[in-house]
C-alpha cells in the first residue's frame, strides 16, 4: 500500500476526517493544510487506520476533540470565578479606597 492511502481507513474515519476538514476551512485555512491537520487528528484518536482480525481493536483517544476551543490560551483568573465572589472581593477592594 503506497504512503498516503487511505484504504486502510474505515468509512466512519474517513467521515470524521471530512468533518475535521470543513471545520478548519470554515476557519480560513488552507484546503491542503486542513486535509494533513484533519487525517492527523483521526491518526492520534484512533492510532492509523484500522486493519481486520479479532483481538485487534484499541481504544480511542478523545483528547484531541475535548481540547478543541481551550487550546487557544489559558483563561484569566477572574473569569473562572463565579460572580457572586468577583462581586464580593471587588467590593472589598472598594471600601478599601
Known sequence: MPQ?????YTS?????AEHIEEGYEDRGVSKKES??????????QDGGGKKSGSGRGKKRSTASSSKG???GGSQRKSS?????????TSSRSNSRK
Open 80 to 88: 473562572s470565578r463565579s460572580s457572586s465572589r468577583k462581586s464580593r
Open 12 to 16: 466512519k474515519q474517513k467521515r470524521q
Open 35 to 44: 486535509e494533513r491537520r484533519a487525517w492527523a487528528t483521526v491518526n492520534k
Open 69 to 71: 476551543g481551550r487550546k
Open 4 to 8: 498516503g492511502s487511505k484504504a486502510s
